[in-house]
């Protein structure tokens, strides 16, 4: 631990951050986040100053020795260590997978989710609105408040304690609201055919085919980054409760 904790001090050094505590870099992280909605209107410095704060969270020693523990459904050991199951709200994505999806002219990017709150499966939420809504002051605003959700089911395997296998299976979606009326009818799902979903030819616990892995590279009780393979970047996280009626557990079958 006192290896851990030096290689941790001159870390933050060379990164400019000496002296500063996780609690200081993560409330750092999660006002610049917000300063550049997610990523999507970031500027080059401000891509570089998360992602320095990033590296030296990732450097800094973590609270649990296990970062994917309970992503294959089994009871997680440890009252007071932090776990991964739950449901997740982006703060932040540096992959142009997620910050060209605001790009589209018609649609704009709300909220996106992560729910690992039934696990091995995992179903990530992404909501638009449509553009125009966003002009619309608040007391108009509420009469056409419009929304779709997009969902993408996965199954989650964990192959050692940082990195987990995702395997994509089906995509879906559901009108939440439609001119200012819920509406909350979850649409049919689409199994996605191959190479981008089943079959799976391997029982052997790891993700096939389909899909790739993830890794979990910070994560404490209400804060988790992930790195990806697929389309490269890392999402910051924060854990959200259960508050919005509109998001439903929901397992991949």
């Known amino acids: ?89 982006l703060l932040y994505a540096s992959g142009a997978d997620v910050t060209s999806l605001n790009a589209n002219p018609f649609l704009s990017v709300g909220s996106i989710f992560q729910d690992i709150r039934s696990p091995p499966s995992i179903v990530n939420c992404i909501d638009f609105v449509p553009r125009i809504l966003t ?42 609201t439609l001119l200012g009326q819920d509406v909350g009818v979850e649409l049919p799902r689409l199994n996605l055919p191959p190479p981008f979903g089943p079959p799976r030819s391997s029982d052997d616990g790891k993700s096939q085919g389909a899909g790739g892995f993830f890794d979990v590279s910070f994560l404490d009780d209400d804060m988790v980054i992930i790195r990806q393979n697929y389309g490269g970047g890392y999402f910051v996280q924060t854990r959200v409760m259960d508050t919005d009626p509109s998001i439903q557990e929901t397992k991949v079958k």
């Open 1 to 89: 631990r006192c290896g851990a904790s030096m290689t941790s001090v001159l870390i933050f050094t060379a990164l400019g951050l000496a002296g500063a505590t996780s609690s200081t870099m993560k409330a750092d992280l999660v006002r610049l986040c917000a300063l550049c909605d997610r990523g999507f209107s970031a500027r080059p410095r401000d891509r570089i100053a998360i992602d320095r704060l990033v590296a030296a969270l990732e450097q800094s020693p973590q609270l649990t020795d296990d970062l994917t523990a309970g992503l294959d459904g089994r009871p997680v050991g440890g009252k007071n260590s932090p776990t991964i199951v739950g449901l997740w709200e």
């Open 135 to 176: 002009a619309f002051p608040a007391s108009v605003g509420s009469s056409v408040d419009t929304v779709f959700r997009a969902k993408v089911f996965a199954t989650a395997t964990i192959q050692s304690t940082t990195r987990a296998g995702l395997y994509f299976e089906a995509v879906g979606g559901q009108p939440l």
